[in-house]
Nanobody, 122 residues
Framework: VQLQASGGGLVQAGGSLRLSCAAS????????MGWFRQAPGKEREFVAA???????TYADSVKGRFTASRDNAKNWVYLQMNSLKPGDTAVYYC?????????????????WGQGTLVTVSS
């Protein structure tokens, strides 16, 4: 399985970005897709996850601002990020894990994308 994340960039506080993650090499409709982020000097942290049926889980810090979605037919996962804050600045990673994984635990995911940088200026 290969995951390719894209869509990062520089945006002002209050702005929006949409991240995309393309999965290839395997049918992934029954798996959980997660989004994590890692800021400089900090540990990787959970952002959001979406199950094969579209159920979502979000970190408290992004609830109401970020929305995860997926297109199983095209093997794409998306993260719509609105009302961005400087604290959201990080490298964002998409990850694929088994259906029953603990969605907030990076160790529960088997495959990772290369990351895409999101920078939010104040």
């Amino acid at each position: 399985v290969q995951l390719q994340a894209s869509g990062g960039g520089l945006v002002q506080a209050g702005g929006s970005l949409r991240l995309s993650c393309a999965a290839s090499g395997r049918t992934f409709s029954s798996y959980v897709m997660g989004w994590f982020r890692q800021a400089p000097g900090k540990e990787r942290e959970f952002v959001a996850a979406i199950t094969w049926s579209g159920g979502t889980t979000y970190a408290d810090s992004v609830k109401g601002r970020f929305t995860a979605s997926r297109d199983n037919a095209k093997n794409w996962v998306y993260l719509q990020m609105n009302s961005l804050k400087p604290g959201d600045t990080a490298v964002y990673y998409c990850a694929l894990g088994p259906a029953r994984t603990v969605v907030g635990d990076p160790g529960g995911y088997d495959y990772w994308g290369q990351g895409t940088l999101v920078t939010v200026s104040s």
